[in-house]
């Protein structure tokens, strides 16, 4: 069984030789290709020769697609921060003020900035590795988009104090999403994971993510195609998981890293996926024995009712996060398989 | 009314991220003909303060810390017209910024307001800040504490560079290192690694903080 057979079964519930394991790492594919980071996220050749590192060094059940927000924020007009360790960042809106977001063009996949590098890069990492291994694509929510163009402060101030503004930049806004999912999809995506910062505990209470922003999300999912996961890059979920299930396309949730996982299928029901959920900040740091404790807590949590990725839960996992701990989650994995039986 | 119940009002307010209600709570307290000096230390900052407790006791949201941090700018502004044009603030200068390489600056922007609305003179460099630049303002306006805002643990370990700075120029004790953002709240054992001398876990929290430190800096001071 490969990592594509496994995943698409453990999504839609038939047996696997081993539960699959998911490492976000896309900076990491520079580290072992001595590439730098700005040759690495501008350069397709570069980032599909990182990605190829990742393979033969650890071989997850996942291929990532270039997941850099800094190149939408670039699209739409900001200015990037290139760090050496680091995936790049948003330096600089492209804008300040709502009434200017809405009058920014919207960026064309195909030939705006960095975006066609993202594209080509997700089209060669295809030709590779198609019905081998999953190729994910990654996008933010439309939550947490405008902040991408117009700042994450001017964004609050937005949604909190003038919903109907926040509304109007949304909806402006869905189609360049859309857009950008559905070339993601052409391009061979095999899989979309929303990041949707504002289905985080920590950023907004359920009443505010309920009412202005599952709207959206849910406008923006019945108009892509393909498959999807929503994740909060890391935050608390559980106080909005009961609100997921019926999202058309739906086949996951990557749970916050603090979110009990027992709570997390009870709300989601049976069918939808559960990724997670070892902590970003753990994983540099831990030794591989801890980390290889926390992967078997989770698996032996929800593994083996299916339906289960173990994965880290959060955004790009640093540079610095030893080898041999990213080991340990996939050496957990077999030996948790085995002792369900998995495979037999 | 008593200021204590307006105070309470307004904490209310705030919770309830009523904006202007808590204007109006302000323009009563103005109305009443209670000094404005008086209107910020007596029903503004032990609102502030209670917001704190709050915070250490239940979860409260970024977004809801937004809300109050805005309503306690809108309230500091009514009291104060002309705050640019206005004497500075009365408790000291200090001086904070997101570190080099760190550009999420919203938590800064929520401790900005609340030390300017508990009544710190705030020089806030912005994002990216080098190590050389957060000093180097700092002696320059006689601060006693820099903050040092940090989003992601990769960010944050470059505070260690403003850590170096500080000691290498003989000013250790003498100028402390406020550090803060949301990874020193999920690996509190950063703070130290990073070599900060003290942390909040919000921006409602942040006055009692450089109230600490700039105390404990005065004290070994020449």
């Known amino acids: 069984?490969?990592?594509?057979?496994?995943?698409?079964?453990?999504?839609?519930?038939?047996?696997?030789?081993?539960?699959?394991?998911?490492?976000?790492?896309?900076?990491?594919?520079?580290?072992?290709?001595?590439?730098?980071?700005?040759?690495?996220?501008?350069?397709?050749?570069?980032?599909?020769?990182?990605?190829?590192?990742?393979?033969?060094?650890?071989?997850?059940?996942?291929?990532?697609?270039?997941?850099?927000?800094?190149?939408?924020?670039?699209?739409?007009?900001?200015?990037?921060?290139?760090?050496?360790?680091?995936?790049?960042?948003?330096?600089?809106?492209?804008?300040?003020?709502?009434?200017?977001?809405?009058?920014?063009?919207?960026?064309?996949?195909?030939?705006?900035?960095?975006?066609?590098?993202?594209?080509?890069?997700?089209?060669r990492l295809s030709q590779i590795y198609r019905e081998q291994v999953p190729l994910i694509g990654v996008l933010p929510g439309p939550g947490i988009l405008p902040a991408l163009f117009v700042g994450m402060d001017r964004?609050?101030?937005?949604?909190?104090?003038?919903?109907?503004?926040?509304r109007e930049l949304m909806d402006h806004t869905g189609s360049f999403l859309v857009s950008w999912a559905n070339a993601l999809l052409a391009a061979g995506a095999d899989c979309l994971v929303f990041?949707?910062?504002?289905?985080?505990?920590?950023?907004?209470?359920?009443?505010?993510?309920?009412?202005?922003?599952?709207?959206?999300?849910?406008?923006?999912?019945?108009r892509i195609a393909g498959p999807k996961v929503v994740s909060s890059t890391g935050g608390s979920m559980n106080h909005v998981l009961d609100l997921f299930p019926g999202l058309e396309g739906l086949v996951g949730v990557s749970a916050g890293s603090r979110d009990d996982l027992a709570v997390a299928r009870r709300l989601l029901g049976t069918e939808l996926t559960l990724i997670g959920n070892l902590d970003n900040l753990t994983l540099p740091t831990a030794s591989a024995a801890e980390v290889t404790q926390l992967s078997l807590a989770r698996l032996r949590s929800s593994g083996a009712s299916g339906h289960f990725i173990l994965g880290n839960s959060g955004a790009d996992l640093p540079q610095a996060t030893p080898p041999e701990n990213l080991r340990a989650m996939l050496e957990a994995a077999k030996s948790y398989s085995k002792e369900i039986g998995c495979g037999i | 009314m008593p200021s204590h119940e307006l105070s309470e009002k307004l904490l209310n307010a705030m919770i309830n991220a009523d904006r202007s209600g808590a204007a109006q709570i302000i323009d009563e307290a103005l109305a009443l003909g209670i000094d404005p000096n008086q209107v910020i230390a007596r029903v503004l900052d032990p609102a502030i303060v209670r917001l704190g407790q709050l915070w250490e006791e239940q979860a409260m949201s970024l977004a809801q810390n937004f809300v109050a941090a805005k309503i306690a700018e809108d309230a500091l502004l009514r009291c104060i017209p002309t705050l640019e044009g206005a004497p500075q603030g009365s408790k000291g200068a200090v001086v904070i910024g997101n570190v080099e390489d760190d550009f999420h600056s919203l938590g800064r922007r929520a401790v900005g307001l609340f030390l300017a609305a508990a009544g710190w003179e705030v020089h806030d460099l912005g994002n990216d800040v080098l190590a050389e630049q957060f000093l180097e303002k700092a002696l320059e306006v006689n601060a006693h504490v820099i903050g040092a805002s940090a989003m992601m643990q990769t960010t944050a370990l470059n505070i260690r560079k403003l850590r170096r700075l500080i000691d290498e120029r003989g000013l250790t004790g003498r100028l402390k290192l406020a550090v803060g953002g949301a990874v020193f709240n999920w690996r509190p054992e950063l703070v130290a690694e990073v070599g900060g001398d003290g942390t909040a876990h919000n921006a409602v929290g942040a006055d009692q903080l450089f109230l600490r430190l700039q105390a404990e800096a005065k004290g070994v001071a020449p």
């Open chain 1, 1 to 123: 069984m490969n990592a594509y057979q496994r995943v698409m079964n453990t999504l839609t519930g038939a047996p696997v030789d081993r539960l699959p394991v998911f490492a976000v790492l896309g900076a990491y594919g520079g580290k072992l290709t001595n590439t730098d980071l700005r040759t690495l996220y501008s350069d397709a050749g570069a980032y599909v020769a990182g990605q190829k590192a990742l393979q033969a060094e650890f071989g997850f059940d996942l291929v990532l697609c270039p997941f850099d927000f800094s190149a939408i924020s670039e699209a739409f007009g900001g200015e990037v921060a290139w760090c050496a360790d680091q995936v790049p960042n948003m330096k600089r809106p492209a804008v300040q003020e709502v009434a200017a977001a809405l009058r920014l063009p919207l960026p064309d996949p195909e030939v705006t900035g960095r975006l066609p590098f993202i594209l080509e890069a997700t089209r």
């Open chain 1, 155 to 166: 964004w609050m101030d937005t949604v909190l104090f003038d919903a109907a503004g926040a």
């Open chain 1, 195 to 222: 990041t949707e910062g504002m289905a985080a505990a920590e950023i907004v209470p359920r009443g505010i993510f309920e009412g202005q922003f599952l709207p959206h999300l849910a406008q923006v999912f019945a």
